[in-house]
């Protein structure tokens, strides 16, 4: 057994020999250099922890929740469990460096999800098949589906630990949750995850909790700005590269940005493997280098973001009037002396949406002591987690902050 040391459960137990070498392997540890909540350290200073966290912590978790099931009369063999805990570890493994940002820029057609599923059969190629129950389970495709819901759903104790991580190390205390409460109050019923009626105050915390991290946190306004500059420099980086104009970049990094990849081109398990050859320092050493090249434009978005000059970005329900969005373009073109078209580079619109509770997906359901079962939008006597079941759309208009009008 590996004792390992997590600053929000104390001490953790690696459960299985086959989840150590796991843990071990190169594509896993990849994951401690790949920040957790991508660009957020520019606005919350101490989010430097790492996916290779959150997945150990998600781990845990899994773990607990398995023995509350099983406390309660469930039946789960040990080679479920492992399977459980496999599924878990491995579920965020195909995220690349500032991983929504690269997905946007660099690949097409796949998302991180995608790629996780592939990295998991690669994986299990190498393990004699010793991760095929895991990944049945990860692509819920299992007999016992509450073992997925577990996995992912909308009270997953993946969700359950980034709240509370995020929370920590961000030091928004408004993300904090009573996860260990929820996993407690853990039920299955025909196979399904629900939660037992004396969770409810929990459950609605961990709805609120997940809608204000998301303003906050994941969708704060700056951090939204940070990342489109990373956007729009790998973009223009990519679009010299392909056009033949020199680009510094660490190997793995060049063949993405000199070669167009989409989902059909990583059946290929070369591009898989250069893709696991990637992490936030390929993605920033290019920046830091690309804030001194000949071209305008990339230049300049590399220098903004190495030196935290943010573009400037407000927020409103309606889209934003396109006449001002074509002066604010003009007024870029004129400054740094490029092209129209180019200035789409740094005048920026689109729409972000926070949706902390869908149950068109999936549904959190509470289990009375009667034996039925309610929604908790339904069951809550707080008309705030009803309106939480209904999406939230806000439109951004982003613009440098250097530029004078």
């Known amino acids: 057994m590996k004792i390992l040391n997590d600053p929000i459960y104390g001490f953790i137990t690696v459960p299985?020999?086959?989840?150590?070498?796991?843990?071990?392997?190169?594509?896993?540890?990849?994951?401690?250099?790949?920040?957790?909540?991508?660009l957020s350290h520019l606005v919350y200073p101490g989010a430097l922890h790492t996916r290779f966290h959150h997945a150990l912590g998600a781990m845990h978790l899994m773990g607990t929740a398995i023995d509350v099931l099983r406390s309660k009369g469930h039946t789960i063999t040990d080679e479920e469990a492992l399977g459980a805990a496999i599924a878990i570890l491995l579920h965020d493994i195909g995220h690349g460096p500032f991983s929504h940002a690269l997905e946007h820029s660099l690949v097409d057609g796949i998302n991180h999800e995608g790629i996780s599923a592939m990295v998991m059969d690669r994986l299990n190629d190498e393990f004699g098949g010793g991760l095929e129950l895991g990944i049945r389970i990860f692509r819920d495709q299992y007999p016992k589906r509450f073992l997925h819901q577990l996995v992912s759903s909308q009270l997953d104790v993946d969700r359950i630990d980034y709240l509370n991580r995020d929370s920590f190390y961000t030091g928004v205390s408004e993300g904090v949750i009573?996860?260990?409460?929820?996993?407690?109050?853990?039920?299955?019923?025909?196979?399904?995850?629900v939660v037992e009626e004396k969770a409810?105050?929990?459950?609605?915390k961990f709805l609120v909790a997940r809608r204000l991290m998301y303003w906050q946190v994941y969708l704060h306004k700056t951090v939204v700005a940070c990342e489109m500059m990373l956007v729009e420099a790998l973009r223009r980086a990519k679009e010299l590269a392909l056009g033949g104009t020199p680009v510094f970049a660490s190997p793995a990094l060049s063949r993405f940005l000199t070669v167009n990849h989409d989902r059909a081109s990583f059946s290929?398990?070369?591009?898989?493997?250069?893709?696991?050859?990637l992490d936030d320092h390929d993605v920033m050493g290019a920046v830091k280098v690309w804030a001194t090249h000949p071209d305008n434009v990339l230049s300049k978005l590399s220098n903004d973001l190495v030196e935290r000059h943010n573009l400037r970005i407000r927020l409103q329900n309606e889209p934003w009037d396109r006449p001002r969005v074509a002066d604010l373009k003009k007024s870029v073109?004129?400054?740094?002396?490029?092209?129209?078209?180019?200035?789409?580079?740094?005048?920026?619109?689109?729409?972000?949406?926070?949706?902390?509770?869908?149950?068109?997906?999936?549904?959190?359901?509470?289990?009375?002591?009667?034996?039925?079962l309610r929604d908790i939008a339904q069951a809550s006597d707080n008309l705030g987690i009803a309106a939480l079941s209904r999406p939230v759309e806000k439109f951004y208009l982003a613009w440098p902050r250097w530029l004078v009008q």
Do not use: C
Request: glycine content about 6%.
């Open 16 to 38: 299985h020999t086959r989840v150590l070498a796991l843990i071990d392997h190169p594509w896993f540890q990849r994951l401690r250099y790949i920040k957790q909540l991508g």
């Open 178 to 193: 009573g996860g260990e409460r929820i996993i407690t109050m853990l039920q299955v019923v025909n196979d399904r995850l």
């Open 200 to 204: 409810i105050y929990s459950i609605e």
């Open 268 to 277: 290929d398990p070369k591009v898989l493997n250069d893709f696991l050859k």
């Open 333 to 372: 073109a004129a400054q740094l002396r490029i092209d129209l078209a180019d200035a789409d580079h740094f005048v920026l619109t689109g729409s972000i949406v926070n949706n902390a509770y869908d149950p068109s997906k999936d549904r959190i359901e509470l289990l009375h002591k009667d034996g039925s």
